[in-house]
């Protein structure tokens, strides 16, 4: 179960030496690639002011393909005038690892988490995230495992090795964005559109298709909170967006009177 509680209940002020250890758990629905890149940017700004706690972001993304700064165009398969046929936009992001599809059906996750009250190793965090969902599947009755050549989680498939979920991550003085796509019912024919995660000869797969069965989003992106919270150590409390939106203005606000003062 996953705690509710609005701002002032939540126990946490950036003035107290020992606050709850906490993790706003934020599910903002549908939205563009863009604005959910912009919210992040903006959460990590507050994370580094002690403005917030720990933050987990929870979206589906209207159809999008993102390359990683290591990645390569090479692995887009799709010309532009496919992709505009298809309504699928294409961005270039500054998160680890390859290209990947985003859309409707896969939980994506951004974790805005301070490592120096965790570990400060980028290894270790990469796992805790494999981990969180590893044990979310599970739950469902379906075996997944980390892979010793590529990141993400992987499941075994009909052909072979399939994979369930990709992970891309990005710190700035410690404090992680972007982060993780778990797919659930995704339309995995995008797929086609790249080669997924630039590992060539192997297929996307989704819970849905894994355990031949529908499932209900909702039912996954409860699992990976509370796995979340589970393997970072932190109590999951769910918020919603106007609270969020709440914190952020007051932090502005305060940087404003700052900045007036000087």
Known sequence: MIATAAIHDLNFDIDMQRPRKVVWVVDIGLIAYEPACALQRELVEARKAGAIPDVLILCEHSNVITLGRNGKRENLRASDGLLAQMSVEFHATDRGGDITYHGPGQVVGYPILDLAGHRRDIRWYVEQIEELMIRATADFGLEAHRSDANHGIWVDGPSGEEKLAALGVHLSRWITSHGFAY????????????????????????????????????????????????????????????????????????????????
């Open 183 to 262: 797919n659930v019912t995704t339309d995995l024919r995008y797929f086609d559109l790249i080669v997924p995660c630039g590992v060539a000869g192997k297929r996307a797969t989704s819970l849905e298709r894994a355990l031949g069965r529908s499932v209900a989003i909702e039912e996954a992106r409860g699992r990976l909170a509370r796995h979340f919270g589970e393997v970072f150590g932190r109590e999951p409390v769910r918020i919603d967006r106007a609270e969020l939106d709440q914190r952020l203005r007051a932090m502005r606000a305060r940087q404003e009177q700052t900045n007036s003062a000087a």
